[in-house]
């Protein structure tokens, strides 16, 4: 039993840490490094070259796509990243997900209204 609790409570830690470390690795600016459809990673187009992502401590998000601004929320619940579209987006979204999240690089997918899903690669803004 004893062995069993010493188990339980390490995995408690480690989530909490995890956690911990995914708030704090997000609040940062993002800046759009490049992009993915159907399979092929392509340069970033012009209206997309200065595209960025910023999240805040209070659980907030800010920044362009295609030079189109989005907003909305982010949360954290199991070690895992969650957004929700603001409705002062302009860029027109279906869905939007955090996909990895490590200190030097962020991953967010998409699906636009045509159904077409991009994935976004972000490194941290200089």
């Known amino acids: 039993m004893k062995k069993f609790t010493t188990l339980l409570f390490l995995i408690v830690v480690t989530v909490c840490s995890f956690a911990q470390s995914a708030s704090k690795n997000i609040s940062k600016k993002w800046s759009l490094h490049e992009l993915e459809e159907f399979g092929d990673k392509f340069a970033l187009a012009e209206n997309q070259k200065n595209d960025w992502i910023t999240f805040t401590a209070d659980n907030k998000y800010t920044g362009t796509l295609s030079s189109e601004a989005i907003e909305g ?13 603001g409705a002062a987006s302009v860029f027109k979204i279906n869905w939007i997900k955090v996909i990895t999240l490590e200190s030097n ?22």
């Open 73 to 85: 929320t982010w949360s954290e619940k199991g070690g895992k990243i969650y957004l929700s579209k």
């Open 105 to 126: 690089s962020l991953v967010i997918t998409y699906q636009s209204e045509d159904l077409i899903k991009t994935t976004l690669y972000y490194i941290p803004a200089e």
